[in-house]
């Protein structure tokens, strides 16, 4: 894509991040919430603002770049990796209520990790393993959500 179809897919996103942010600014309050700090509306205009200063800041970025640069045209994109991560996502999703959400997390992290082309064994076990044990306790027992416990929870 050149310079100038960038310019207009990021003005595309500017306009509708500004239309997300007016229409979450419709959200209403509950009674009694005028003071609180998080509000049903708070994150939509997070979310909004968020997307238009990065759509700035792209725009900027754009109006410096006088040519693309090298590596950036699809045909010479890796098109396996993608292809190979979009699969692995598949899987996760296949597996994740079956096998529960630790063991499935740590399988599509260590895949993921291969897929990239880490291949140390103790990286690609310890490292998913940590990561989904620790956000599944951090989202279970912390912030008391629900997520797919899988057939160990029984034992």
């Known amino acids: ?8 897919a990021t003005m595309l996103l500017c306009v509708i991040f500004a239309a997300y942010g007016l229409e979450a600014m419709t959200i209403p309050s509950f009674p009694g919430q005028e003071l609180e700090p998080f509000k049903p ?3 939509p205009v997070a979310l909004a603002v968020t997307g238009l ?6 725009l900027l970025e754009l109006s410096r770049a006088a040519r693309p640069a090298p590596g950036t045209s699809l045909t010479e994109f890796e098109w ?8 692995a996502m598949l899987g996760y999703g296949l597996l994740l209520n079956p096998l529960g959400f630790v063991i499935a997390t740590a399988i599509f992290l260590a895949a993921g990790f291969l897929i990239l082309g880490e291949r140390r064994t103790p ?5 998913p393993l940590l990561f989904s044990l620790g956000f599944y306790l951090l989202m279970t027992q912390v912030l008391g ?3 797919a416990p899988g057939p160990w929870r029984d034992v």
């Open 80 to 87: 396996r990796p993608a292809a190979l991560l979009c699969i």
């Open 145 to 147: 959500l629900y997520l």
């Open 1 to 8: 894509m050149s310079v100038r179809g960038h310019v207009i």
């Open 53 to 58: 200063l990065l759509g700035v800041i792209r």
């Open 123 to 127: 990286l690609l076990v310890a490292l």
């Open 41 to 43: 509306r708070t994150m």
